[in-house]
């Protein structure tokens, strides 16, 4: 994980994905969605997105990525955060 905190800090696009890539499992631990939207990572989000990381994660205050995007003003983020499919939730049986 380092490594690819350390790619998504330098804003390397190419080392982002490819650990993504080799390590799937890294986009879906929600500290590292936060950091990139921390980071304004567009790009290394979106591929953490793609990779099956969850755009609704919060953080130990519950804030979300697209809190952050919100509160700093990242317009690009805060679209794509917001255009995003939230994952499907089961929905319980109706009662009859």
């Known amino acids: 994980m380092k490594e690819l905190v350390e790619a998504i800090r330098a804003d390397s696009t190419a ?9 799937p499992e890294l986009a ?3 500290q590292v969605v ?10 290394i989000l979106e591929a953490l997105l793609a990779a099956g990381g969850d ?3 919060k ?3 519950g804030f979300t990525a697209l809190d952050f995007a919100r509160v ?3 317009r690009e983020l805060v679209a794509l955060l917001e255009n995003r ?12």
Do not use: N, T, Y
């Not at 080392?15 to 390590?23: G, L, P, Q, T």
């Not at 936060?34 to 790009?43: G, N, T």
């Open 72 to 74: 700093h003003g990242k």
């Open 85 to 96: 499919a939230a994952p499907a939730r089961p929905q319980s049986p109706k009662r009859r």
């Open 34 to 43: 936060l950091d990139v939207a921390r980071f304004a990572r567009a790009e």
């Open 59 to 61: 953080d130990d205050h």
């Open 15 to 23: 080392a982002a994905k490819k650990i993504v890539a080799r390590e």
């Open 55 to 57: 755009r609704d994660a």
């Open 28 to 30: 879906k631990k929600p």
